[in-house]
């Protein structure tokens, strides 16, 4: 041991000797691959619990008659709120790859990430199903998942509307500073809420490629299934679009309203 370091341990001084006794070792050394497991961990967990929780909701009503359709309305705004609280401020709670796709379109989200997300939702959604199946015996009058009771094009533009819907209030909510940031799971779970309210019925309401891939993988039906691939997509990422169009200002709410400005601002935007 050399002198110098030595005289660094007598000081007190560990951050100056290369090899510190009271240092703890962790798993990764690096700490963005660190996040990244995290984030797709919580992910992964988040939509395992969504399809749980949603999915199971329908399969209950149709097996034991007992939760309603405004019962599994109600389920799926609940779950979507709790999870966006849960593990919103570890990976986004994204759990929908029409979602992460859109994000990292309209630079929200990094590209790289965009294929460990999918996959993590995508085998939360499958593991969920799977979950549910040996748990209540689903047999195929029970399907839990989505399929067009009227036509492929009526599903596909409700899937379409209802997902642009869906991004539009995402993309307020989460990616504009001037709104209420605590108040994001709430607005996200009603808007799930009133979305299922209104296109459960004739298409399941569906919004998220994850929801309707895990249990027809799980279940082998696949009537209908690029349909909600392809709405939900296509919403998304209109909806994005179009929130982005009428962002007028970056500023954050309270920074303008201490001028003028704000007001110049809206009446800008109304002319």
Known sequence: MSEKEIAALEEGNASSFPY???????FCASTDVVLIIQKVFA?????????????????VNKIYESITFPG?????????????YAVGHISGAHFNPAVTITFAIFRHFPYKQVPLYIVAQLLGAI???????????????????????????????LEFVISFLLMFVISGVATDNRSIGELA????????????????????????????????IIMNEYKGLWIYIVGPLLGTIAGGFTYNLIRFTEKPLQELTKSSTFMKSVSRART
């Open 20 to 26: 510190k006794s009271n240092e703890k070792t962790t």
């Open 72 to 84: 599994v309305c109600i389920a799926w705004g609940l779950i979507v709120m709790v999870m966006v």
């Open 127 to 157: 593991l969920a199903s799977g979950t549910l199946c040996l748990i209540f015996d689903v047999k195929a009058q029970a399907f839990f998942g989505t399929v067009p009771t009227g036509s492929n094009v009526q599903s596909l533009v």
């Open 185 to 216: 799971g709430i607005a996200i779970g009603m808007t799930i809420l009133i979305n299922v309210l209104v296109a459960g019925p004739v298409s399941g309401a569906s919004m998220n490629p994850a929801r309707s891939i895990g249990p027809a």
């Open 43 to 59: 992910e992964a967990i988040g939509t395992y619990f969504l399809i749980f929780i949603g999915c199971g909701s329908v399969a």
